[in-house]
């Protein structure tokens, strides 16, 4: 794992996601590492092992080239690689035991809350929603669950964009013997590192933005505890979702773009957003930057941009739900799919696809939501769709 003295002589994070895990092969010179796709792996003698590594399940030179990388960008000790974000997400689930209870963001993916909701609580696990941006809920939560050991937090949430004070949050859970987790996500270490801000776990569906360009599945957790590292390292080995070599690799080619990708992407959500905010048809736009965002204060403190992510309703008078299906679907450089974060935008309609498992819960989403995962295209080319898509649609 990273060594604070290097970390010190390289702390510009656009040079680090360049080298981070990706040093040069000592044997051959290779610029770009090697995927090491060996199963197994020769011992010396019987239980002496040869740089750490015997099976592929429990190591593998290019995951830990990964999980370094990923613990260098959020200023960890430790990184620790999945098959998936979800794989990820139940790894944390084996730090609780039955009757434990998690507190977790009233407004989170979709995914999340059903494997809280429908396979946690099978196991003695309690999932309670809270508005985590209201820090007074936040108390009030805390001090009515006194069974509560963690509290899951996703800052800006999928798909409201809300922020949520991760230091504030940290403090409260903190005082009450609970863990903070941050699923960060849609901010990348590029934008907000949330273990600087004190939480205990970074969670991170590599799939998006991390590797960035649509082609791979992946999970990761960071932290600087070695006491959890510990308990995770040995619940990834044992319950074996790990990604595969060439995943890995795949994830540790989309960093060294990743602050690049990010610029772009946040300055073209920004004006696309104030485009929207513009449009008659649109009711409400949703992002961290716009001035009028009830946070604007909270995010110029913790994060570095207000990110690449945009959601905004049709407005009833509109067409409402049905006009913003209409819209989502009629686009021709925002791709009408799910997943976020990579170098081409996409479209959705939430509560019909990543949020549909929500539906007539306390999390459903509004029906007339459109969200757009910002890409790298020209912006005068994003808004022209949109403009298209609008017209199109129109009665």
């Known amino acids: 794992m990273p060594d604070p003295k290097d970390r010190e002589r390289i702390d510009r994070f656009e040079t680090r996601t360049v080298h981070a895990g990706a040093e040069p092969d000592p044997a051959t010179g290779a610029v770009i590492p090697a995927i090491e796709m060996s199963t197994t792996f020769k011992q010396n003698a019987v239980g002496e092992l040869r740089e750490g590594y015997d099976y592929a399940r429990t190591d593998n030179p290019t995951r830990r080239a990964l999980e370094a990388a990923i613990a260098d960008l959020e200023t960890g000790q430790h990184g620790i690689a999945y098959a998936s974000g979800m794989a990820a997400t139940q790894n944390v689930l084996y730090l609780l035991d039955p009757g ?72 409260l859970a903190a005082g009450r013997g609970a863990l903070t987790v941050v699923d960060n996500t849609f901010a990348t270490p590029f934008l907000q590192r949330p ?98 965002h009830p946070d604007r204060d909270l995010v110029r403190r913790q994060m570095h941009l207000p990110g690449a992510m945009v959601s905004f309703e049709v ?63 020209s912006v005068d080319d994003l808004v022209a769709d949109l403009d298209a898509a609008f017209a199109a649609t129109s009665a």
């Open 100 to 171: 434990d209870a998690i507190l977790i963001s009233d407004d989170v993916y979709g995914g999340t809350w059903r494997l809280a909701d429908r396979v946690w609580r099978r196991y003695g696990i309690e999932p309670i929603p809270v508005d985590l941006s209201d820090l007074d809920a936040l108390a009030r939560a805390l001090a009515d669950n006194e069974t509560v050991r963690l509290v899951w937090v996703e800052t800006p949430t999928n798909p409201l964009l809300k922020i949520v004070d991760i230091s504030a949050v940290v403090r």
């Open 195 to 292: 273990l600087e801000l004190g939480a205990d776990i970074v969670l991170h569906s590599a799939t998006k933005y991390l590797g960035g360009h649509s082609d791979v599945v992946g999970g990761v957790l960071a932290t600087r505890r070695d006491d959890l590292a510990e308990r995770l390292r040995f619940n990834q080995n044992a319950a074996g979702a790990v990604p595969s070599p060439f995943d890995c690799w795949l994830v540790l080619r989309g960093l060294r773009t990743l602050a690049l990708r990010m610029e772009r992407a946040s300055a073209s959500a920004a004006l696309l957003a104030a485009w929207l905010g513009g449009r008659g048809e649109v009711d409400r736009v949703r992002y961290p930057g716009l001035p009028e």
């Open 315 to 377: 407005a009833e008078a509109a067409g409402g739900a049905a006009r913003a299906r209409a819209i989502a679907g009629c686009t021709r450089l925002f791709t009408l799919a799910e997943s976020l974060g990579a170098v081409e935008s996409l479209i959705e309609v939430p509560a019909g696809m990543t949020h549909q498992s929500v539906a007539e819960t306390p999390l459903a989403v509004p029906a007339a939501l459109i969200r757009l995962s910002v890409g790298i295209e």
